[in-house]
């Protein structure tokens, strides 16, 4: 098979990167050439200059096309929103910090040439990054993998290339705690991973701190893996245990006289009852959390204006 492109779409999200726009715009156009493409920016609610100098990239060529969120919605609707304005037959979506080259996507178009539907980016490297980063984003993936059963590659993100076919199936999943690169992988479709190496951001400082990784990462597994609720219920049954086999333990310190009468099993039974529940409840409420969210049925992301659209796109 060999397929030819009639219009490529390129989606990048950008979040106060003002300083980032030129130079992604200008590597983006170098690296596509003469192809037919657009370039949907989509400032998620920045509060710096990131909207004017997208405008400013806009009014100097009508291949770029601009949606600005009313607010921040987070990277994960941004991007949805950007992928929603797509109208080209192959969609790649890459994030808008050059952490991500867009040099890259040549071969990622070779790959789709040859019948590669969902074709995603692995990093090789990742530079600038701490050990301790590395780590833990290593660990995210395998942990993810076990949990859900999804081949999401190990330093896979959000960066791929996806045919029209896929897109389509893709956006048709409504939920609104979206993790798009396993969403891209449960659709399936023909897959396949091109290297790179991952590079520096170019300007400002990264827009996930710890706190954000930590909360994207449950939302990640919550969205495709219920075994936390069964986690939850070995651990009762695990404690439940523990507490079990204490009770020998308390009856030969009451008559050893090594604690007050009634201290040790009071210690026992409210420490193990009380983080079994706290612990279980956490875990049931996160996914009330989410059943919450998706019944009140509103909108992933609102939009605020659009630079270089012929029509506003149907939602």
Same mark, same amino acid.
């Given at each position: 098979? !060999?397929? *030819?492109?009639?219009? &490529?779409?390129?989606?990048?999200?950008?979040?106060?990167?003002?300083?980032?726009?030129?130079?992604? $715009?200008?590597?983006?156009?170098?690296? &596509?050439?003469?192809? #037919?493409?657009?370039?949907? &920016?989509? !400032?998620?609610?920045?509060? #710096?200059?990131?909207?004017?100098?997208?405008?400013?990239?806009?009014?100097?060529?009508?291949?770029?096309?601009?949606?600005? &969120?009313?607010? !921040?919605?987070?990277?994960?609707?941004?991007?949805?929103?950007?992928?929603? %304005?797509?109208?080209?037959?192959?969609?790649?979506?890459?994030?808008? #910090?050059?952490?991500?080259?867009?040099?890259?996507?040549? *071969?990622?178009?070779?790959?789709?040439?040859?019948?590669?539907?969902?074709?995603? /980016?692995?990093?090789?490297?990742?530079?600038?990054?701490?050990?301790?980063?590395?780590?833990?984003?290593?660990?995210?993936?395998?942990?993810?993998?076990?949990?859900?059963?999804?081949?999401?590659?190990?330093?896979?993100?959000?960066?791929?290339?996806? #045919?029209?076919? +896929?897109?389509?199936?893709?956006?048709?999943?409504?939920?609104?705690?979206?993790?798009?690169?396993?969403?891209? $992988?449960?659709?399936?479709?023909?897959?396949?991973?091109?290297?790179?190496?991952?590079?520096?951001? %170019?300007?400002? $400082?990264?827009?996930?701190?710890?706190?954000?990784?930590?909360?994207?990462? =449950?939302?990640?597994?919550?969205? =495709?893996?219920?075994?936390?609720?069964?986690?939850?219920? =070995?651990?009762?049954?695990?404690?439940?245990?523990? +507490?079990?086999?204490?009770?020998?333990?308390?009856?030969? /310190?009451?008559?050893?006289?090594?604690?007050?009468?009634?201290?040790?099993?009071?210690?026992?039974?409210?420490?193990?009852?009380?983080?079994?529940?706290?612990?279980?409840?956490?875990?049931?409420?996160?996914? $009330?959390?989410?059943?919450?969210?998706?019944?009140? %049925?509103?909108?992933?992301?609102?939009?605020?204006?659009?630079? !270089?659209?012929? *029509?506003?796109?149907?939602?």
């Amino acid at each position: 098979m !060999n397929r *030819e492109v009639g219009l &490529l779409s390129v989606v990048a999200p950008m979040y106060e990167e003002e300083d980032t726009v030129d130079p992604f $715009v200008e590597r983006v156009e170098a690296a &596509l050439g003469d192809l #037919d493409y657009e370039l949907i &920016l989509v !400032n998620d609610g920045s509060k #710096d200059r990131t909207r004017d100098a997208m405008a400013a990239a806009a009014a100097r060529d009508p291949r770029i096309k601009i949606v600005s &969120l009313a607010r !921040n919605f987070g990277h994960q609707p941004a991007l949805t929103a950007g992928l929603e %304005h797509a109208t080209g037959d192959v969609i790649v979506m890459i994030d808008g #910090d050059l952490q991500d080259p867009p040099e890259v996507i040549p *071969e990622m178009l070779a790959r789709w040439r040859e019948g590669i539907d969902v074709v995603y /980016a692995v990093r090789q490297q990742r530079l600038g990054e701490t050990a301790f980063k590395r780590i833990t984003a290593r660990g995210f993936y395998k942990t993810f993998r076990r949990l859900t059963g999804l081949d999401l590659a190990v330093e896979s993100g959000d960066f791929r290339l996806m #045919d029209r076919k +896929a897109l389509n199936a893709l956006l048709a999943m409504p939920e609104r705690n979206r993790f798009l690169r396993g969403m891209t $992988v449960w659709i399936g479709f023909s897959q396949m991973a091109v290297p790179f190496v991952r590079q520096e951001r %170019h300007a400002g $400082v990264t827009k996930y701190p710890l706190r954000k990784m930590l909360r994207f990462s =449950f939302d990640a597994i919550t969205s =495709f893996s219920s075994r936390p609720l069964q986690w939850a219920t =070995f651990l009762g049954f695990f404690f439940s245990l523990v +507490a079990f086999l204490a009770i020998p333990l308390t009856v030969i /310190a009451r008559y050893a006289n090594i604690f007050e009468r009634g201290v040790p099993t009071t210690i026992i039974v409210v420490l193990l009852l009380g983080g079994i529940q706290l612990i279980t409840l956490g875990i049931i409420g996160e996914y $009330v959390g989410r059943i919450y969210d998706e019944v009140k %049925h509103r909108p992933l992301y609102v939009v605020g204006e659009r630079i !270089n659209f012929k *029509e506003p796109a149907d939602r």
